[in-house]
T-cell receptor, first 114, second 112 residues
Framework: DTEVTQTPKHLVMGMTNKKSLKCEQH?????MYWYKQKAKKPPELMFV???????INESVPSRFSPECPNSSLLNLHLHALQPEDSALYLC?????????????FGEGSRLTVL | GQQLNQSPQSMFIQEGEDVSMNCTSS?????WLWYKQDPGEGPVLLIA?????ELTSNGRLTAQFGITRKDSFLNISASIPSDVGIYFC????????????FGKGTRLSVIA
């Protein structure tokens, strides 16, 4: 069983809706990540939080807004999304950002934008 | 940025056969990771490699960190139906730092 928990597992939203994806880990990891994965493609990095501070934003559109309320939680706020934003959104965590490099992934939130 | 070239793109094998897939890069990697992803799930770490030449096993899986630090392979022995999925190689995007960059994946199908 994964120790990174993501909710909801599935989300359908309209282009005018506001919704949030949530991620939680209790491994004491200090780095957390959001990845986006389209069908038959590898995961693509969106954001990295290190010690609760945003350290990397991969030029993600502002309609995606990450938030790290504490070291165990990571949210992704969604607003005014487009149909092409439909994808599997993966949360991951690691002990730190200096490699060992082992990222632990959640099961993902499958997002469909209508 | 660093890119990982993974091959083959897909494989169809009979149950019981051995499988080999590899990953190469034009850049040096200090860490190689192999993940498996089942449909609709997140990637699960299979094996992590940290030293050039390192050979590591995890059950029926064996992976090696190439001597040049620019390649790695993953072998699966005596495949079973639950080996079906997508296998990704991955490494730190910048030397010494996460996050990871992923290869494009090898899709494995096992025919019973």
């Amino acid at each position: 069983d994964t120790e990174v928990t993501q909710t909801p597992k599935h989300l359908v939203m309209g282009m005018t809706n506001k919704k949030s994806l949530k991620c939680e880990q209790h491994m004491g990891h200090r780095a957390m990540y959001w990845y986006k994965q389209k069908a038959k493609k590898p995961p693509e990095l969106m954001f990295v939080y290190s010690y609760e501070k945003l350290s990397i934003n991969e030029s993600v559109p502002s309609r995606f807004s990450p938030e790290c309320p504490n070291s165990s939680l990571l949210n992704l706020h969604l607003h005014a999304l487009q149909p092409e934003d439909s994808a599997l959104y993966l949360c991951a965590s690691s002990q730190g950002t200096v490699v060992t490099g082992e990222l632990f992934f959640g099961e993902g939130s499958r997002l469909t934008v209508l | 940025g660093q890119q990982l070239n993974q091959s083959p793109q897909s494989m169809f094998i009979q149950e019981g056969e051995d499988v080999s897939m590899n990953c190469t890069s034009s850049s040096i990697f200090n860490t190689w990771l192999w993940y498996k992803q089942d449909p609709g799930e997140g990637p699960v770490l299979l094996i992590a490699l940290y030293k050039a030449g390192e050979l590591t096993s995890n059950g029926r899986l064996t992976a090696q960190f190439g001597i040049t630090r620019k390649d790695s392979f993953l072998n699966i022995s005596a495949s079973i139906p639950s080996d079906v999925g997508i296998y990704f190689c991955a490494g730190p995007r910048n030397s010494g730092n996460t996050p990871l960059v992923f290869g494009k994946g090898t899709r494995l199908s096992v025919i019973a």
